[in-house]
């Protein structure tokens, strides 16, 4: 039989998972991986958080019931580093980070996996919306989901062939009203719990407040200018600010003004109109490619630039050794860098990159 460690969150999409795959005849392992501090644990809980004592509860009460073996296993430095680390410094940069892709790639498959194979597993599993396929050339790549609402291929973008190969997702080619189905059917108590919050670690998504209390920063504070230069108002610090953004800005224009740059160097955060935070082309390094083994020309393709985006059609191509670039049918609104450009063929994920800075 093959052993396969499934990630378990104590919801209800992993603990599918870990049935699903024991109806498929795996030796399943379920794991919990203790990822935050202590102290916001409990925090974290009463926001519905993935990871502290009731999520362990939850997970282990599922392991009983479905009669495979659970651990809880510690992964906090991996998570420091790899995850809280990086986000406050994108943050300090004048990005905006996205601490789930981070997480999955080295938290997730990085570190779970190696302690996996370790212990003899073929596989690791989660309870992620997408779907792991291996193409004609040989290569794996992600599918979308079922249900494309809740389709999550995009935080999955930078994980490794060699990670894919070893890999299962099994909820993926269901929708979420067939996994709550199915976990209602087969009695699972957390059938109706909700679904977890959008960055695990904040709970009250106060950006800028985790930031600069998990920094040694003091006066942040700094100038709003205007797109001539002007100083036009004192601005937070930039890490309360990402580009596009309306709300929280604090000044009276006459009229509705946006973010539309931030300039670390200088702690500046530019102002504009809304037709000022719309550009046709982006530039991407850190390049994965899934589907293909390299992007030989020009190639068309769908190109995700955040999470809740729809996609838009675009034109890739490489112009540097990690450096892409992908220009848009359609101008784009709020290009960010530091976040994840995901490029799609169908349902079918090429690749991806982080944003750079520079647009046009
Ligand atoms: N602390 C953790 N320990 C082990 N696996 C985890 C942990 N957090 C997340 N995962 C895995 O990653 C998957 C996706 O996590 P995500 O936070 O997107 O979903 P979720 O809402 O927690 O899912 P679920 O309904 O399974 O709880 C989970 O289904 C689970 O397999």
Request: proline share 3%; hydrophobic share 35%.
């Given at each position: 039989m093959q052993k396969v460690v499934i990630g378990m969150s104590g919801g209800v999409d992993s603990s599918v998972a870990a049935y699903l795959l024991k109806e498929q005849g795996y030796d399943v392992i379920g794991v919990t991986m203790q990822i935050w501090q202590d102290e916001a644990t409990y925090v974290m809980e009463e926001n519905g958080g993935c990871c502290g004592l009731s999520a362990v509860d939850d997970a282990r009460r599922v392991a009983n019931q479905l009669d495979i073996p659970y651990y809880v296993m510690n992964f906090k430095d991996s998570f420091k580093e790899n995850v809280i680390n990086y986000f406050i410094a994108e943050y300090l940069e004048g990005r905006t980070p996205n601490p789930c892709i981070a997480c999955n790639r080295?938290?997730?498959?990085?570190s779970l996996l190696k302690r996996s194979l370790d212990i003899g597993a073929e596989f690791i599993a989660t309870g992620h919306y997408a779907q792991v396929v291996q193409l004609e050339n040989g290569r794996f790549t992600l599918k979308k989901s079922k249900t494309s609402s809740k389709d999550q291929t995009y935080a999955l973008y930078n994980l490794t062939q060699e990670q894919l190969s070893h890999t299962l997702m099994p909820v993926g080619a269901y929708t979420k009203e067939e996994i709550r189905e199915l976990a209602a059917k087969i009695g699972?108590?957390?059938?109706n719990k909700p679904d977890s919050q959008e960055i695990c670690f904040i709970p009250d998504n106060d950006y800028g407040r985790f930031i600069k209390e998990n920094s040694a920063l003091e006066n942040l504070e700094g100038n709003f200018v205007d797109l001539q230069g002007n100083i036009i108002g004192r601005h937070k610090g930039i890490m309360h600010y990402t580009i596009g953004q309306r709300k929280g800005l604090n000044l009276s224009m006459g009229r509705p003004v946006f973010v539309v740059e931030i300039r670390p160097e200088t702690n500046e955060v530019v102002i504009g109109d809304n037709t000022d935070v719309f550009y046709h082309t982006l530039y991407a390094d850190q390049i994965n490619f899934m589907s293909i083994p390299e992007l030989e020309g020009k190639m068309e393709v769908n190109a995700k630039i955040r999470y809740s985006h729809q996609g838009s059609k675009a034109v890739i191509e490489r112009v540097d050794k990690d450096i892409l670039k992908c220009v848009f049918e359609e101008p784009q609104r709020a290009i960010t860098p530091g976040q994840a450009v995901v490029f799609y063929a169908d349902d079918f994920v090429i690749g991806g990159g982080t944003i750079m800075g520079k647009m046009l």
């Amino acid at each position: 039989m093959q052993k396969v460690v499934i990630g378990m969150s104590g919801g209800v999409d992993s603990s599918v998972a870990a049935y699903l795959l024991k109806e498929q005849g795996y030796d399943v392992i379920g794991v919990t991986m203790q990822i935050w501090q202590d102290e916001a644990t409990y925090v974290m809980e009463e926001n519905g958080g993935c990871c502290g004592l009731s999520a362990v509860d939850d997970a282990r009460r599922v392991a009983n019931q479905l009669d495979i073996p659970y651990y809880v296993m510690n992964f906090k430095d991996s998570f420091k580093e790899n995850v809280i680390n990086y986000f406050i410094a994108e943050y300090l940069e004048g990005r905006t980070p996205n601490p789930c892709i981070a997480c999955n790639r080295y938290v997730k498959w990085e570190s779970l996996l190696k302690r996996s194979l370790d212990i003899g597993a073929e596989f690791i599993a989660t309870g992620h919306y997408a779907q792991v396929v291996q193409l004609e050339n040989g290569r794996f790549t992600l599918k979308k989901s079922k249900t494309s609402s809740k389709d999550q291929t995009y935080a999955l973008y930078n994980l490794t062939q060699e990670q894919l190969s070893h890999t299962l997702m099994p909820v993926g080619a269901y929708t979420k009203e067939e996994i709550r189905e199915l976990a209602a059917k087969i009695g699972l108590q957390v059938a109706n719990k909700p679904d977890s919050q959008e960055i695990c670690f904040i709970p009250d998504n106060d950006y800028g407040r985790f930031i600069k209390e998990n920094s040694a920063l003091e006066n942040l504070e700094g100038n709003f200018v205007d797109l001539q230069g002007n100083i036009i108002g004192r601005h937070k610090g930039i890490m309360h600010y990402t580009i596009g953004q309306r709300k929280g800005l604090n000044l009276s224009m006459g009229r509705p003004v946006f973010v539309v740059e931030i300039r670390p160097e200088t702690n500046e955060v530019v102002i504009g109109d809304n037709t000022d935070v719309f550009y046709h082309t982006l530039y991407a390094d850190q390049i994965n490619f899934m589907s293909i083994p390299e992007l030989e020309g020009k190639m068309e393709v769908n190109a995700k630039i955040r999470y809740s985006h729809q996609g838009s059609k675009a034109v890739i191509e490489r112009v540097d050794k990690d450096i892409l670039k992908c220009v848009f049918e359609e101008p784009q609104r709020a290009i960010t860098p530091g976040q994840a450009v995901v490029f799609y063929a169908d349902d079918f994920v090429i690749g991806g990159g982080t944003i750079m800075g520079k647009m046009l």
